[in-house]
């Protein structure tokens, strides 16, 4: 007589005998389920009124989630923007100097001051450098750097307000002043 593979597995030892009884209960629940499948009456779909309302929230829950996303993204984006304009800031600064004098300048409404030396007042004048906010003070930075981090944020550079030149008074031009006048 010829035995079956299941016999022959376990009497080799290569499965044991709650092996053999697990797989045959799986065969029958899967006989079962088949003859379930069969047997059973088919469902009728449900009404088209009923499945909308289940997108509509699937949607609504999609946006909301896109909505989250998107404000997440945006926050990680204004934390990069800063710390891009922090390492500029802190890489191209002038070294604070015990400068001899203050210079004032206007930060928004009011006149702030910071300590600078002889050469950087003349590099201020020229606008060859510019003052940026950094860290709740201020710093000196080249223009060509400030150019690039008022890029990333306009606020983080403090606008200068450059008085206009007048030109002389052409109306008087042609009038020599006298050397020898005495008032």
Same mark, same amino acid.
């Given at each position: 007589?010829?035995?079956?593979?299941?016999?022959?597995?376990?009497? !080799?030892?290569? =499965?044991?005998?709650? $092996?053999?009884?697990?797989?045959?209960? @799986? %065969?029958?629940? +899967? #006989?079962?389920?088949?003859?379930?499948?069969?047997?059973?009456?088919?469902?009728?779909?449900?009404?088209?009124?009923?499945?909308?309302?289940?997108?509509?929230?699937? !949607?609504?829950? =999609?946006?909301?989630? $896109?909505?989250?996303?998107?404000?997440? @993204? %945006?926050?990680? +984006? #204004?934390?990069?923007?800063?710390?891009?304009?922090?390492?500029?800031?802190?890489?191209?600064?002038?070294?604070?100097?015990?400068?001899?004098?203050?210079?004032?300048?206007?930060?928004?409404?009011?006149?702030?001051?910071?300590?600078?030396?002889?050469?950087?007042?003349?590099?201020?004048?020229?606008?060859?450098?510019?003052?940026?906010?950094?860290?709740?003070?201020?710093?000196?930075?080249?223009?060509?750097?400030?150019?690039?981090?008022?890029?990333?944020?306009?606020?983080?550079?403090?606008?200068?307000?450059?008085?206009?030149?007048?030109?002389?008074?052409?109306?008087?031009?042609?009038?020599?002043?006298?050397?020898?006048?005495?008032?």
């Amino acid at each position: 007589m010829s035995m079956s593979l299941r016999d022959q597995l376990l009497q !080799a030892g290569l =499965v044991s005998q709650k $092996q053999v009884k697990d797989a045959e209960r @799986q %065969e029958q629940r +899967q #006989k079962q389920q088949a003859q379930h499948a069969k047997h059973a009456p088919k469902h009728k779909r449900p009404p088209v009124a009923e499945q909308p309302p289940a997108r509509s929230v699937d !949607a609504a829950k =999609v946006a909301r989630d $896109q909505a989250l996303n998107r404000r997440q @993204q %945006e926050k990680a +984006q #204004k934390k990069a923007l800063a710390a891009q304009i922090k390492q500029l800031i802190e890489q191209n600064r002038l070294p604070q100097s015990d400068g001899d004098e203050p210079y004032n300048f206007l930060d928004g409404n009011k006149i702030r001051r910071i300590a600078v030396g002889a050469a950087a007042r003349g590099r201020l004048a020229r606008g060859e450098l510019t003052i940026v906010r950094h860290d709740g003070g201020y710093d000196l930075v080249p223009a060509a750097i400030a150019a690039r981090i008022r890029e990333r944020d306009e606020h983080a550079v403090v606008p200068l307000i450059v008085a206009p030149e007048t030109p002389p008074d052409d109306a008087y031009q042609k009038f020599a002043v006298p050397d020898d006048l005495i008032w």
